[in-house]
């Protein structure tokens, strides 16, 4: 009987440890309004150099706030958007941006052929692994190991993260291994190669 109780007791405490703050999507929609000039009133992103965050998973979306608030991911016009932000802010944002709907976004046709090579197969000989192995088939990432969706993002973008990656430019928490992992892949993607797979993510649709 006693057992039964410490196990219902530390059953309790670490649901209560993984949701101490949960997102409030209508909240968020009121605070959005700050991010639409950049990211679109629903996620949609009208410039491609910046990332549609519309339909992202919520727990990598309030990591990415927490990171630039902390100044552990260095972004020059994100930083005083975050500044104010409460950790209820940021939940309520991530909460709202993931339950929009992205937009759907075509591949260039000359990109797909070597975007996909590279997204499906990676380049074993030079140590580039596929991009699916983390990020999933569809691009759909993974949101308990931290990874985003990909599916579906501006190419424009998603080749600047990759130029970053390849120079070296992560967050500077010494702790995130996905940044890492991610500088590890990059340093060995050519220019077209990276302009390629940025490209074919773009027209990927992510499985529900």
Request: net charge negative; proline share 4%.
């Amino acid at each position: 009987m006693q057992q039964n109780t410490i196990k219902l007791l530390l059953t309790a405490f670490l649901f209560l440890s993984f949701n101490v703050i949960a997102g409030d999507a209508d909240q968020g929609k009121t605070l959005a309004g700050t991010c639409a000039a950049c990211h679109g009133m629903d996620g949609n992103s009208s410039n491609p150099v910046w990332p549609s965050l519309a339909g992202q998973h919520e727990a990598y979306l309030a990591r990415q706030l927490k990171l630039f608030k902390k100044g552990e991911r260095v972004d020059p016009m994100m930083a005083p958007m975050v500044a104010g932000l409460s950790e209820q802010n940021i939940e309520d944002l991530a909460a709202y941006f993931s339950s929009q709907e992205l937009k759907l976004k075509a591949a260039s046709p000359d990109s797909v052929e070597l975007g996909q090579k590279i997204y499906q197969g990676g380049d074993k000989a030079r140590n580039i692994p596929a991009c699916m192995s983390c990020h999933g088939p569809t691009g759909k990432g993974n949101p308990i190991s931290g990874y985003p969706i990909l599916a579906g993002q501006h190419a424009d973008y998603t080749a600047k993260q990759l130029h970053d990656f390849k120079g070296g430019k992560t967050v500077t928490n010494k702790d995130d291994v996905n940044g890492q992992i991610m500088a590890d892949v990059a340093r060995y993607l050519t220019e077209e190669e990276i302009v390629a797979v940025s490209s074919y993510l773009q027209g990927l649709k992510s499985a529900e």
